[in-house]
């Protein structure tokens, strides 16, 4: 039996390497080492040159521009908290930014930062708080209010305002400001457009627009705003005022209120409270621009406004301004043709409705006479119009 058993044995060790030369064999080879990187023909390595000493001189010194601005500039930006009374206790509703002005402890911000507080606290770029704040005024078309603090001489330290009229696309800027209730966070940028119009939070139906904005790359996150926009002198061209983002998320493009148009309004919110806005009293549907709707309505000028309504009541009715009277559907949306066109305002060409508001807030007054460029049925026509106050 045992004699059996080892015969078996030999013949199965005699049968197995047959048996694995029919399977498949895993042969492991070494992997190839990479080619060595070679220039294209014709082509040598070159190191970088380094930077020379003017070059370097370049830089350094914007380096130190920077540096200079931010130690000059953010002892007057200071971090404003929002509180809100809550069952007999204060609680925190939010923060934003401004800045000083003047001597007398006046700080420029936002209308939208301030609007929902029942009390307010500041803080320096030292860490001083003081709760002894006073809303001096607020409006919300431009969306700037101003505030004022009591506070020992030596935190007032105001900033200077530059032009922005003066303002170019490409220019640098930058923000200082508190995003996140981050304190004393500089970013730069450049001016990407100028010119901009900006709905105001003022009207739910948006039918106000906050012209001029200046609209910068440089990053503008929730908490810069109130805060200031500056140009490499480090005067203020803007205030810090919003984002537009599609997404939802805080990142997008940064929009800034003109320094001119800050000039014009503060000393008004500082004396009377508020502002008082010349006002026309027309409407013009800003979907499209004249240029779209000249073929479609067959107008005879493809720049201006067309006048769809006019208020009644308003300096536009009592000039005598018309207002469309026939509907028509251009790329399947509904437009009052037949109004008047209004080509120029005080001899100043316009181009689009933006350019009629721009003009209005920049250069007039309530009670002032301007006069109107009209063409109406083809025939042009000067309309004086003395113009009321906004409602």
Do not use: W
């Not at 064999?25 to 023909?41: G, H």
């Not at 970088?48 to 914007?62: C, F, G, I, K, Q």
């Not at 696309?169 to 400001?177: N, P």
Request: net charge negative; aromatic share 4%.
């Amino acid at each position: 039996m045992r004699s059996r058993k080892r015969l078996l044995l030999i013949l199965a060790l005699l049968v197995l390497p047959t048996l694995a030369c029919g399977l498949p064999q895993l042969v492991l080879e070494p992997t190839p080492e990479p080619p060595p990187l070679v220039p294209p023909a014709g082509t040598a390595a070159v190191p970088p040159t380094p930077l020379s000493d003017a070059d370097l001189a370049a830089v350094d010194a914007l380096d130190a521009l920077l540096i200079n601005l931010y130690e000059r500039v953010n002892p007057a930006v200071v971090y404003i908290e929002v509180l809100g009374d809550y069952r007999d206790s204060l609680e925190r509703l939010g923060g934003g930014s401004g800045f000083l002005i003047d001597n007398g402890g006046h700080i420029v911000t936002n209308d939208h930062v301030i609007r929902a507080a029942d009390k307010l606290q500041v803080t320096f770029s030292d860490g001083a708080v003081t709760d002894d704040v006073e809303v001096i005024g607020r409006d919300a078309y431009s969306d700037l209010a101003v505030i004022r603090v009591n506070v020992a001489p030596d935190h007032l330290q105001p900033l200077e305002f530059g032009d922005s009229d003066a303002l170019q696309v490409g220019q640098r800027v930058i923000a200082i400001g508190n995003p996140f209730g981050l304190q004393g966070t500089m970013t730069v940028g450049v001016v990407s457009a100028v010119g901009r119009a900006l709905t105001s939070q003022a009207m739910a139906g948006g039918s106000f627009s906050n012209p001029q904005i200046i609209q910068t790359d440089a990053s503008i996150n929730p908490g810069n705003s109130g805060g200031p926009l500056l140009d490499s002198r480090g005067e203020v061209v803007g205030v810090n005022t919003a984002i537009r983002s599609d997404t939802g998320a805080n990142t997008g493009v940064g929009f800034a209120v003109p320094v001119n148009t800050v000039k014009r309004i503060v000393p008004e919110l500082i004396q009377n409270g508020a502002y008082e806005y010349p006002y026309l009293g027309i409407t013009s549907d800003t979907y499209f621009t004249v240029a779209e709707l000249a073929g479609p309505l067959n107008l005879p000028v493809d720049r201006g406004v067309l006048v769809s309504e006019v208020q009644p009541g308003s300096a536009a009715a009592a000039a005598g301004l018309k207002g469309g009277d026939r509907e028509v559907v251009v790329k399947g949306r509904p437009v009052l043709g037949g109004g008047d066109i209004i080509t120029a305002i005080d001899g100043e060409s316009l181009r689009a409705f933006e350019d009629l508001v721009a003009y209005l807030v920049s250069n007039t007054e309530v009670g002032q006479e301007v006069v109107l460029t009209v063409i109406r049925d083809g025939e042009e026509m000067d309309l004086p119009v003395t113009l009321g106050q906004r409602p």
